[in-house]
């Protein structure tokens, strides 16, 4: 078993998933990093009509930097944004109606943390794809950790390096194929072969 330190992300990339899901990996999250700006931690990326389409959570400036402490804004119903984001856009794809229970239910309360709104997420999206992979939080922050660092490895401003195959998307006539968006795009675009697909990254 390989020891991996992961950031804990909203409806995270698909590539985040390859590296979670893979049962050699033992997973820890990372809770006491200091909150970086313009990351997964607080944003997913879609496929919307005009193109990629980011959904980002608004969080709380109080001065405060630890990940696990960060809360989450309401002042603007962001929420309701999201869920019409992903409706409008999934609606028309092949498992979105199998799934929107489901994925409705992560915008239904409201979490105090991001982190605790984003644990939910991936716990949600385990339900879909039928999988129980176990995982731990962190005690501390540790700067050059022990175990295999990918608190820096996925970032919305860089393209994926991760290889992976084209899959149906719904827009793709328009923007052609575009890779490693939120798992939310492959669960709705591949459904049941979500899984598979997911342990083929490379």
């Excluded at 990996?25 to 980011?54: C, D, M, V």
């Excluded at 498992?95 to 997420?121: A, M, Q, V, W």
């Excluded at 795009?185 to 997911?198: A, R, V």
Aim: aromatic share 16%; proline share 5%; hydrophobic share 35%.
């Amino acid at each position: 078993m390989k020891n991996v330190l992961l950031p804990a992300f909203y409806l995270p990339p698909i590539s985040w998933f390859s590296i979670f899901l893979d049962s050699e990996n033992e997973i820890l999250f990372e809770q006491f990093e200091s909150f970086p700006k313009q990351t997964y931690r607080n944003r997913t990326n879609i496929y919307g009509a005009n193109g990629k389409l980011s959904l980002i959570i608004p969080i709380i400036h109080n001065g405060n930097r630890e990940f696990k402490s960060t809360e989450i804004s309401y002042r603007e119903d962001w929420m309701d944004i999201h869920w019409k984001s992903i409706k409008n856009m999934y609606q028309s794809s092949p498992y979105f109606e199998y799934y929107e229970d489901k994925l409705k239910g992560l915008y239904d309360t409201k979490e105090k943390y991001l982190l605790d709104f984003n644990l939910k997420s991936i716990d949600i999206v385990q339900k879909i794809l039928k999988t129980e992979k176990a995982y731990s939080l962190n005690d501390e922050y540790i700067k050059f950790p022990k175990e295999i660092n990918y608190r820096e490895n996925f970032s919305p401003k860089k393209p994926s390096e991760f290889e992976m195959e084209q899959y149906y998307q719904i827009f793709e006539d328009k923007f052609g194929f575009l890779k490693d968006l939120s798992i939310l795009d492959l669960i709705c675009n591949k459904g049941p072969e979500s899984t598979t697909y997911i342990k083929n990254i490379k």
